[in-house]
């Protein structure tokens, strides 16, 4: 695709539900991260994946917080029972360069977790 | 790891005058800086970046500057206009088997016709 697609980019859940959060990178990206962004925050780390490996979760908060990305594609955010402050913006970005020292991350839109 | 602080929180300037925005880092080993503009409830969009080897770099109204000696980075926007209002956020890098990018809390810039 033209550019990194979340889904949904909205999802309410009462406390205690479990949510999955999608995310498609732009075609041929290696890297792909997971952000979370609290309302009026810059975006915290979560997670990284180098094709299907996660190479780095020391950004997820707590046990509850699972991510995979089985085929080196497409990934998942797994929240299980939800709590009022896992609300937040939830942003996934891809980058190609697997040993190039860049940085440079492409942005989803992003998906908007309330938890009522 | 790293740690990026970001000043100021919001900013309010005039159309047409500048505006500054400044970033420290701790971590010696970043050499990378990138700078996104992300409006309301959008993606954040790399609007200019800069290298360790590098001491300034502009495009247009835009530039960036960085201090390494003092880990100190800052974006300017001259000639600001509306479109420019935005939350800004700075962000540093550290290549390795994390790379991972540390972002700065954002500043609230607002243009006022």
């Known amino acids: 695709g033209a550019g990194v697609s979340q889904s949904p980019r909205y999802k309410v859940a009462k406390r205690g539900q479990d949510v999955a959060l999608r995310c498609d990178p732009i075609?041929?990206?290696?890297?792909l991260f997971w952000y979370q962004q609290a309302l009026g925050q810059g975006p915290e780390f979560l997670t990284y994946?180098?094709?299907?490996?996660?190479?780095?979760k020391s950004g997820l908060p707590s046990d509850r917080f699972f991510a995979e990305r089985p085929e080196g594609s497409v990934s998942t955010l797994k929240i299980q029972r939800t709590q009022q402050e896992d609300s937040a913006v939830y942003l996934c970005?891809?980058?190609?360069?697997?040993?190039?020292?860049?940085?440079?991350?492409?942005f989803g839109e992003g998906s908007r977790l309330t938890v009522l | 790891g790293e740690n990026v602080e970001q000043h100021p929180s919001t900013l309010s300037v005039q159309e047409g005058d500048s505006a500054v925005i400044k970033c420290t880092y701790s971590d010696s080993a970043s050499n990378y800086f990138p700078w996104y503009k992300q409006e309301l409830g959008k993606r954040p969009q790399l609007i200019i970046d800069i290298r360790s080897n590098v001491g300034e770099k502009k495009d247009q109204r835009i530039a960036v500057t960085l201090n390494k000696t003092a880990k100190h980075f800052s974006l300017h926007i001259t000639e600001t206009q509306p479109e420019d209002s935005a939350v800004y956020f700075c962000?540093?890098?550290?290549?390795?088997?994390?790379?991972?990018?540390?972002f700065g809390s954002g500043t609230q810039l607002t243009v006022l016709p």
């Open positions: 962000a540093a890098f550290t290549s390795g088997s994390a790379r991972q990018l540390t």
């Open positions: 994946f180098q094709n299907e490996a996660q190479l780095d």
């Open positions: 075609s041929g990206h290696v890297s």
């Open positions: 970005a891809s980058s190609w360069p697997r040993t190039s020292n860049t940085g440079e991350l492409f």
